[in-house]
């Protein structure tokens, strides 16, 4: 009877020798197969087909191959219609020439004539299904825990010893379904050597990509770029939401990792240097415990969409381009196309030859009409060495950068520049927070810096210990207007403080508050073509060369210095405190008051100087 399911189970193949085409242990046109086994240990065979259902599940068979050489292995092929169930192929000490497949679940599908997009009548899916590779076995084509048109959950590859794989490695491929909980080890002394190959965690084309891993401890050489999880972004004929890629993850310890890791990427290049491929990548983290990295690092990523709560983590090893001379990126959250919010650098140890941002919002075009913001993003250096800039969170376009951290403590050490929150575009550099409590610091810092527009209620916080200095620093850093921005010092040197600093607008009610330290000049305010209006300095303790409550090309009124108890001028200084200058407006209602300092030069209120 056609319509009647038979089953093909507990079947068994033992090949030990010889040349052996072709391969099926069992094989059903409707109905399961179950509990079958193929065995191989030595010999010559031709292409794999340990089960191969047409309409029915494959569950729980076994391909076990510990010797021999293999053309392609499919574990478990499910054909028009069923789904790949606990299906296992290991290989130790073999060699597989082309492709092994622990499950590959096909279902039934077509590309639409028009759109060209892809059309599915049946999905299959696979769950649980895994590939185990190791002793000195040599896999020259692909490795896919499963391949499925539908789902893929629960599957995984692990790759050990000295074994090698020359192709792309997936531990899920769920096409059109999720991808959800599929894992790859690469551990002991694995090489992937494969030019242009790629290693996955999980892979979709437009479902969800949630919670897969890639682990690498392996001493040897990994070329591969690396995906926790990969998004294509593709979308289904009729189907207008987008998939996400969150909760995916990538630890890398030991190895030598020369490709480009992503704790997850959705969309791909379009080959005019833009992006197609949509959806939010959220909360996804690569941790570096060890080894050295000679590409770029990215938490999450995607093409449109939003790259929000991603990580990166760094606890030692080196993160640089081969040779060390040119730096790459390191972005814990990235979007082309949309908000990069909340993300997290936290670093302990190692070193860095990268600019390292915590969310970075980008325009596609590259022309800075993004509309994304980068806010609330935090990086945390309390160990190691960064050689270039470190951003807390950047804006392209119009967005802003706001609410940004960046803290460097400790043993931290940072050559290039260091930003809390930067606006390149025409956004809003607003409440972000640079913190230096120790380490080795930069020439220039900034908590705030907006190239096009207003710097707002920006925070610098300066308490550095161990014999280091840094040269300028500034709390905000307006192309048009700085206000409200502060300046906190308890310690260290610094060349010139300044809280805000307004290029062509106004600087108004920016404080500096220093209680220890020394400063070549402290400035509450400077704008270079407005007004400075309403700036207070109050030191209590510390010294500085020069202090100035409010500069302002067009007019400085209402500023403020009180000085107790600290230093200022020195015998190179002529006007050694000014509560108010203005070089081409009116110097008002500026206010100087001094109580127990020791001042050297001139104290002058206001000055107006044409």
């Not at 009877?1 to 046109?29: C, L, M, Q």
């Not at 290989?91 to 499950?103: D, E, L, M, W």
């Not at 730096?327 to 979007?335: I, K, M, N, R, Y």
Request: charged share 10%.
């Amino acid at each position: 009877d056609p319509d009647t399911p038979d089953e093909a189970n507990d079947n068994k193949v033992v090949i030990t020798d010889g040349n052996v085409g072709s391969v099926y242990v069992a094989h059903t046109e409707r109905g399961d197969t179950a509990n079958n086994r193929l065995e191989i240990s030595g010999g010559t065979v031709g292409d794999v087909y340990t089960v191969t259902p047409s309409f029915g599940d494959a569950k729980n068979n076994v391909t076990q191959v510990t010797g021999g050489t293999i053309n392609n292995i499919w574990g478990a092929f499910v054909g028009t219609s069923g789904d790949a169930i606990d299906n296992e192929v290991t290989i130790s000490n073999a060699t597989v020439t082309g492709t092994i497949y622990g499950a590959y679940a096909v279902g039934q599908y077509a590309k639409e004539s028009t759109t060209n997009n892809l059309i599915y009548n049946t999905y299959s899916n696979a769950e649980g299904n895994s590939v185990a590779i190791s002793g000195t076995s040599s896999v020259g084509g692909d490795v896919f825990g499963t391949l499925a048109t539908g789902s893929a959950e629960g599957n995984s590859v692990e790759i050990s010893d000295t074994s090698s794989v020359d192709g792309n490695v997936y531990g899920g491929f769920g096409m059109m379904g999720n991808a959800e909980g599929n894992s790859v080890t690469i551990e002991d002394e694995v090489s992937l050597t494969g030019t242009g190959k790629n290693v996955y965690g999980g892979y979709s084309v437009s479902g969800d990509v949630t919670g897969n891993s890639v682990e690498i401890s392996t001493t040897g050489t990994v070329a591969s770029t690396v995906y926790g999880g990969y998004l294509t972004g593709e979308q289904m004929e009729g189907d207008s939401t987008p998939g996400t890629a969150s909760g995916n993850t990538v630890k890398v310890s030991n190895a030598t990792a020369t490709g480009t890791i992503y704790g997850a990427k959705i969309g791909e290049s379009d080959g005019n240097g833009g992006f197609t491929g949509s959806g939010d990548a959220t909360g996804n983290t690569v941790t570096i415990e060890s080894g050295t990295i000679n590409n770029a690092v990215y938490g999450g990523q995607t093409a449109s969409g939003d790259a929000n709560g991603n990580n990166i983590i760094i606890n030692g090893g080196t993160i640089e381009e081969a040779g060390g001379t040119t730096s790459v990126d390191l972005f814990a959250g990235e979007s082309k196309s949309g908000n990069a919010n909340n993300n997290t650098v936290t670093m302990t140890a190692g070193t860095v030859a990268a600019n390292m941002i915590g969310g970075y919002s980008d325009s596609n075009s590259k022309d800075q009409t993004g509309t994304g913001t980068a806010n609330g993003n935090i990086v945390k250096i309390s160990g190691g060495t960064v050689d270039g800039t470190v951003t807390g969170g950047q804006s392209r376009g119009t967005g802003s950068a706001s609410g940004n951290q960046v803290t460097v403590s400790g043993t931290g050490a940072v050559t290039g520049m260091l930003i809390g929150g930067h606006a390149t575009g025409t956004g809003t550099a607003d409440n972000n927070v640079l913190t230096i409590e120790s380490g080795s610091i930069p020439i220039q810092v900034t908590a705030g810096l907006a190239d096009g527009s207003s710097a707002t209620g920006n925070t610098l916080n300066i308490a550095i210990s161990g014999g280091n200095s840094l040269g300028a620093a500034y709390a905000g850093h307006g192309q048009t207007d700085a206000n409200d921005n502060k300046v906190i010092m308890t310690s260290g040197t610094v060349g010139t403080v300044t809280a805000g600093y307004a290029v062509t607008g106004d600087a108004s009610n920016n404080t500096v508050e220093m209680s220890s330290g020394t400063a070549l000049a402290v400035i509450a305010a400077q704008s270079g073509e407005g007004k400075a209006t309403d700036n207070a300095v109050t030191m209590t303790g510390g010294s500085a060369e020069m202090v100035a409550g409010g500069y302002g090309a067009a007019g400085a009124s209402g500023n403020d210095v009180t000085i107790s108890n600290a230093a200022a001028g020195s015998s190179d200084t002529t006007d050694a405190v000014w509560g108010g200058t203005s070089d081409k407006g009116d110097a008002v209602s500026n206010t100087v008051t001094i109580s127990g300092s020791d001042i050297t030069g001139i104290v002058i209120g206001g000055k107006a100087q044409d």
